[in-house]
Antibody, heavy 116, light 112 residues
Framework: EVQLVESGGGLVQPGGSLRLSCAAS????????MSWVRQAPGKGLEWVAN????????YYVDSVKGRFTISRDNAKNSLYLQMNSLRAEDTAVYYC?????????WGQGTLVTVSS | DIVMTQTPLSSPVTLGQPASISCRSS???????????LSWLQQRPGQPPRLLIH???NRFSGVPDRFSGSGAGTDFTLKISRVETEDVGVYYC?????????FGGGTKVEIK
């Protein structure tokens, strides 16, 4: 059974940093593109970033370019999102998802709140 | 960027009756490989999104056959043949043809 479990969310001040993690199991992690998708409270879904199987290709939505970095550790079956220079508008539930064009499996999400 | 527009915003439906959601993209979703990467997701209240349909009309594993997808190019439709209580939630279309990946704004399906 495919499982994706996010962690690392919490309350952070504007301008601060946070690192999200996603632990994957039930499939060969190193064979798949992976993604982060976020959802602001009461709002719709917004794609954040994608990373190729070996980490050699990465894509980001414009609003996070230069501030967020997606990475992975295939030996640990883990996906990460380093978030720097956080803003109030980054407040959202962040989901880890497997990307097979579409997003076929999703985690439960982790809440990031950016507030002073 | 490809803009995905869904209608209606809200769809009150009687149990057992059909529901239909439309999704229009601002440009063709046909990829250079010949596939059209349009998918539909369901998000029940308090739950993460769940994949229903991919490549316009292919039901994902475990999805009931009352869900069906159709369309081509820039116009797509999700249909629920007979709405059940468990179908309440928000439905999103999404394009995976080019980056940035984009979602429709969502359609809320509720029971009358």
């Amino acid at each position: 059974e495919v499982q994706l479990v996010e962690s690392g969310g919490g309350l952070v001040q504007p301008g601060g940093s946070l690192r999200l993690s996603c632990a994957a199991s039930g499939f060969t992690f190193s064979s798949y593109w992976m993604s982060w998708v976020r959802q602001a409270p009461g709002k719709g879904l917004e794609w954040v970033a994608n990373i190729k199987q070996d980490g050699s290709d990465k894509y980001y939505v414009d609003s996070v370019k230069g501030r967020f970095t997606i990475s992975r550790d295939n030996a640990k079956n883990s996906l990460y999102l380093q978030m720097n220079s956080l803003r109030a508008e980054d407040t959202a539930v962040y989901y880890c998802a497997r990307w097979t064009r579409p997003f076929d499996y999703w985690g439960q999400g982790t809440l990031v709140t950016v507030s002073s | 960027d490809i803009v995905m527009t869904q209608t209606p915003l809200s769809s009150p439906v009687t149990l057992g009756q059909p529901a239909s959601i439309s999704c229009r993209s601002s440009q063709s979703l046909v990829h250079s490989d010949g596939n059209t990467y349009l998918s539909w997701l369901q998000q029940r209240p308090g739950q993460p999104p769940r994949l229903l349909i991919h490549k316009i009309s292919n039901r994902f594993s475990g999805v009931p056959d009352r869900f069906s997808g159709s369309g081509a190019g820039t116009d797509f439709t999700l249909k629920i043949s007979r709405v059940e209580t468990e179908d309440v939630g928000v439905y999103y279309c999404m394009q995976g043809t080019q980056f940035p990946l984009t979602f429709g704004g969502g359609t809320k399906v509720e029971i009358k």
